[in-house]
């Protein structure tokens, strides 16, 4: 999982926009049957769930 997080580093905007959500800078990326979502900030990547793909979930981020 650290491999995938760390792509980030490289590449923050290289997930899928988070359709809960709808903003741009709230993304995630799949590992697995994991969801990784981060939100990305200035020059900061901040993650913010890790979550089995199969479950719905309900995200309150803000």
């Known amino acids: 999982m650290t ?3 760390d792509r ?3 590449f ?3 997930g899928w926009e988070i359709p809960e959500i709808g903003k741009d800078n ?3 990326i799949i590992y697995g ?3 990784i979502m981060y939100k990305t900030e200035d020059l900061k990547i901040y993650i913010l769930a890790v979550a ?3 479950r ?3 995200f309150d981020f803000e």
């Open 56 to 58: 719905n979930w309900q």
């Open 3 to 5: 491999e995938a997080t």
């Open 12 to 14: 923050p905007a290289s």
């Open 33 to 35: 049957s994991y969801r």
């Open 52 to 54: 089995h793909a199969a």
């Open 26 to 28: 709230y993304r995630e």
């Open 8 to 10: 980030l580093i490289e």
